[in-house]
């Protein structure tokens, strides 16, 4: 090896704890928006759908991501949306003019049809109510009516419309993203704030054990962040569990190096509202502390031009259908390192979205089922990042790009899971030229052993998957090592990399 290839180093050891990782930072989000729904989860007369329209393709692709909470049905949707047109019988549920996107919404799935397929595909739901065009009224109706076992007009509602057992949903977003213009029912701080507060008080008097998320910016480019965390947090504080976050990032200026730092930015975007969330809690002398549930995340802005040109009111159009490509999946892997190396405030994260929509999931209308770039890093955290997320103390050397100083080359967070006694390391190697030599001192982990490194590398970082076409997937790294407590690899340039130890399974050591 030439002397001066790029190197870095890691220490790995089981007393830098972070926190548990909360297995909802893997959720992800489906809104009525778009093909996610119709034409996505939902195709009846699909030769894989099942009685009740859904598609068993996209079931088992959303399976074999272990999805464990589902945001739902929006998204801007909700800001305007009225849920009992989505209960009771098919033939009796309106057509509506949907506001947001400028569709037109059926109505043939709605509430109770989409709590069947969550619990087909193992997920729980995460539901958002309107306080855009609605309010206390509607959400308490919408509580008691999922949450409340029966005897009561909205429970015995759902009693007959065939669903006897209450759903009994846990955690609920007080609105989406309140802050913005675009929203159906935008509302000032102060606004919300009560609103929020009010609505909450309500939901917790029917079901004390709900959960609730109270409404942050939009994303930490919106000209009154962090003032709206501020402002509707002195609110909320003492009803909300939660405050969300909400945050896409783009490479439209091709600035490749630049793009894959924009996590530089997410880290910045979680402190500030940690702090926010700190400073308010000392301001009420609060013991509770306020966590973040970052329920929409992802790369989005290949589909914008496209989008401008659909015409309005049709139903399922193709709407943000970002085709990902390879560089894509590495900032979605580093967003996902971010959420572990913040595993003590991060609570819940959502990839926005789940099929069609900004999606790891695409589908062909009454064809097949495939998998975007994004779903690789996706699957892989989900799978392997359970457990507690430890500190990784990294030496890296860094670059400086258009809108970051000081990028480290090297993006890792490490998950240790003491019941299958494994340890992963998840690792980016930005650089786009160079493999990055790591060793990583792993001597806490007596008796670990290799048992496998998995990579995801394409020479062109532009290169995306279709539907026939598979270009970006994972393979099995060779030359990585595990000796004497130290790991020795070669972390290809521009490369996602899980290295997994644990002390079974053993091989290359
Ligand atoms: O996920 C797409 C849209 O992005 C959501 O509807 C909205 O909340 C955000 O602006």
């Known amino acids: 090896m030439a002397s001066d290839t790029l190197k870095a180093t890691l220490v790995a050891d089981k007393s830098f704890v972070i926190a548990e990782v909360d297995k909802r930072i893997y959720g992800s989000f489906i809104e009525h928006l778009g093909r996610a729904v119709y034409g996505g989860i939902y195709e009846p007369g699909h030769p894989e759908a099942n009685a009740a329209g859904f598609r068993g393709d996209v079931q088992a692709l959303v399976q074999a991501l272990n999805v464990p909470i589902i945001r739902y049905p929006g998204g801007n949707f909700v800001s305007a949306y009225n849920w009992e047109d989505g209960v009771g019988p098919l033939e009796l549920r309106p057509k509506r003019l949907e506001l947001a996107w400028r569709t037109v919404e059926p109505n043939e799935v709605g509430t109770n049809e ?50 006897e057992q209450p759903h009994r949903i846990k955690t609920w977003c007080l609105g989406n993203e309140m802050d913005g213009p675009w929203q159906i029912g935008q509302k000032t701080a102060v606004e919300y704030g009560r609103l929020a507060y009010e609505t909450g008080k309500a939901m917790r008097l029917i079901d004390p054990e709900i959960e609730l998320v109270s409404c942050g910016s939009s994303s930490s480019a919106m000209p009154t962040f962090p003032e709206w965390e501020a402002v509707t947090l002195d609110h909320t504080y003492d009803v909300a569990d939660y405050v969300s976050l909400h945050q896409y990032y783009g490479n439209r200026d091709n600035d490749s190096a630049n793009f894959l730092a924009r996590t530089m930015d997410m880290e910045h975007f979680i402190k500030t509202v940690t702090s926010t969330c700190d400073y308010i809690k000392a301001k009420k002398r609060s013991k509770k502390t306020m966590y973040l549930s970052f329920d929409e995340w992802n790369v989005w802005y290949h589909s914008n031009d496209a989008d401008s040109r659909l015409e309005p009111w049709s139903v399922g159009p193709p709407q943000l259908e970002d085709h990902y490509n390879f560089e894509d999946a590495l900032l979605v ?177």
């Open 114 to 163: 989409f709590m069947d397929w969550a619990k087909e595909v193992g997920s729980e739901v995460m539901m958002a109510v309107n306080l855009g065009t609605r309010g206390v009224d509607a959400a308490r109706n919408l509580l008691e009516y999922c949450n409340h076992p029966g005897v009561t007009y909205w429970s015995d509602l759902r009693r007959k419309h065939g669903v």
């Open 333 to 509: 892997g580093s967003m996902l390192i971010t959420f572990l190396r913040h595993a003590d405030r991060v609570k819940i994260a959502c990839l926005a979205q789940l099929v069609n929509v900004i999606a790891p999931i695409m589908t062909e209308a009454g064809g097949a089922a495939w998998k975007q770039t994004i779903f690789y890093p996706y699957q892989h955290a989900s799978a392997y990042g359970r457990g507690i997320s430890l500190q990784p103390i990294v030496n890296s050397p860094k670059y400086d790009a258009q809108d970051y100083t000081d990028v480290p080359y090297l993006d890792s967070a490490l998950v240790y899971n003491e019941e299958s006694e494994e340890l992963t390391i998840f690792a980016v190697n930005r650089h786009l030229e160079e493999g990055l030599q790591l060793t990583c001192d792993v001597r806490g982990f007596e008796g670990y052993r290799l048992i496998e490194h998995i990579v995801l590398h394409h020479e062109d970082l532009k290169a995306i998957n279709t539907a026939r076409d598979e270009q970006v997937k994972p393979r099995q790294a060779s030359g990585t090592v595990c000796k004497d407590g130290f790991v020795e690899t070669l972390l290809s340039k521009a490369s996602w990399n899980v290295i997994r130890l644990g002390r079974t399974n053993s091989s290359n050591c």
